[in-house]
Structures are given as structure tokens and as C-alpha cells.
């Protein structure tokens, strides 16, 4: 065999080596270098399951009487694992069109409903964005997502201020038109008026796991990109008393 026949066949075989390479390790430098970190799931705490403490005194539940809405940096979206050819990827959406209300008398919540504006949620990638607003939640028929308290919730023990307390709420959650009851355990925050506005503020915090299915929807899958078939709704509310009040 000559030199040039020896030569085609070592880089033919080089080709085929490299080639084999790329396409094991492409995925995984999509996921390490061109896909952006997940978000941080939203909480209210050091961890999820130790508690930020407070030493300001006990809340007074008259002063957080009435009405509350949505202000600003609250937040919404979804978190999903993705899988590339076999490599897992975390994706999450964000958006901060977000509004609604919340009724306190005493230490019970007797009314909560917060709506998502679904077709402003983004990721690191508009292609998957437009996938997910046409073909997963069809914002273009249901532009909007919501949670609606079904039960009061009532909080046992007063918190101090900027105490973080774990309390269940029981809801229905709408999404892509259908309507589930749900219930989620989220981290609820209150500062008295001295430490946070002039008339404090409360912040919420929490994660909803979904089946697609459940609510109507298809997690995406094209071949070379799989979604789960289960995912998780994600919120992070600061509420502020309503202008005026």
C-alpha cells in the first residue's frame, strides 16, 4: 500500500474518530456552553427545609387586615428537564407580568388570586418560547394562567416580623383553559411596617408540580429534544397594600 493510499485511510479514520466524538459530546457542550443556567428556584430561605428565623416581635394581624396586590418584583414561570440526544438540560421561563390580590382578616386569607400573563414567559431561546406559547399552552386562545383559594387559610401561630413560616394553600390552578384543584405548600414572609414599606409587605413563594396531561397540554417532543411529561409552575410574590389604601 502506498504512502497517499496509507494517508487517505488514516485521515478518513481520523474523520470517523472526531465525527463519533461530536456527536457523544455536542449535547453536553450545548448544555455546559450554550444554554443558560436555570434559575434559581424561588424561596424565602437559607434552604428548603431550614426556616430563616426573625428577631423583631410578633406580628400584629389587625395591621395586615384588607386588601393587597401584586407589586413589583414579583415573578412567575415553569422549570422542566429537557433532554438533548440523551443529555439532561433544566429549563426554566420567566415573567414578571404578573398581577392579583390577597384579603387578610385576622390571621386568616380568606381571598388569593394571581394571574400570569403566559405568552410573556421567556427563556434563553425564542424558538422554544414560540413552541411553548403555540403549541403547549396556546396563549393565543389562553393568554393567561391562574391560581384561585378555594379554602381560607388561616396561620396557626403569629410569625414575627421577617419570619419565614411554611403554610399550605388549596386552589384551583388554571392552565392552556383547564381548571385543577392544587395544593402547594409555599414560604410566606411579613415585615411590620417599621421594616419594610410604610405600611409593610408580605412576600410569597412556592412551586407547583404539573402533569402536562393533566391540564390538556403535550410536552414537546421532536426527536433530538424531549420535555418530561411533568414540570413544575414557579411564583415569587411581593405584595404591596393597593394605592390609596
Known amino acids: 500500500m502506498g504512502k497517499r493510499a496509507k494517508a487517505l485511510i ?48 410578633p406580628l400584629d394581624p389587625a ?20 433532554v438533548l440526544n440523551g443529555t439532561d438540560v433544566t429549563v426554566t421561563g420567566r415573567t414578571d407580568e404578573v398581577s392579583g390580590t390577597l384579603t387578610a382578616e385576622g390571621q386568616t386569607v380568606t381571598q388569593a388570586s394571581f394571574t400570569v400573563d403566559v405568552a410573556s414567559i421567556a427563556t434563553d431561546n425564542p424558538s422554544r418560547d414560540d413552541y411553548f406559547r403555540g403549541e403547549v399552552v396556546h396563549a393565543s386562545e389562553h393568554p393567561t394562567a391562574t391560581f384561585t383559594l378555594t379554602s381560607p387559610l388561616t396561620i396557626e401561630k403569629v410569625p414575627a416580623s421577617g419570619e419565614v413560616t411554611e403554610q399550605t394553600l388549596s386552589g384551583d390552578l388554571t392552565l392552556a383553559g383547564v381548571t385543577k384543584p392544587v395544593s402547594v405548600t409555599v414560604q410566606l414572609r411579613a415585615l411590620a411596617a417599621s421594616e419594610g414599606s410604610d405600611s409593610g409587605s408580605v412576600e410569597i413563594a412556592g412551586q407547583i408540580p404539573i402533569t402536562f396531561a393533566d391540564f390538556g397540554m403535550t410536552a414537546p417532543n421532536l426527536g433530538f429534544v424531549s420535555v418530561d411529561p411533568t414540570g413544575t409552575v414557579e411564583f415569587s410574590l411581593s405584595l404591596e397594600r393597593p394605592a390609596g389604601q
Do not use: H, M, N
Open 10 to 57: 488514516i485521515t478518513a479514520a481520523g474523520v470517523i474518530l472526531v465525527g463519533g466524538v461530536a456527536a457523544f459530546a455536542a449535547p453536553v457542550i450545548y448544555r455546559d456552553y450554550f444554554v443558560e443556567p436555570a434559575a434559581t428556584a424561588p424561596k424565602l430561605s437559607a434552604s428548603d427545609t431550614t426556616l430563616q428565623s426573625a428577631s423583631g416581635a
Open 63 to 82: 395591621a395586615f387586615a384588607g386588601d393587597w396586590t401584586v407589586g413589583k418584583d414579583s415573578y412567575a414561570g415553569y422549570r422542566v428537564a429537557e
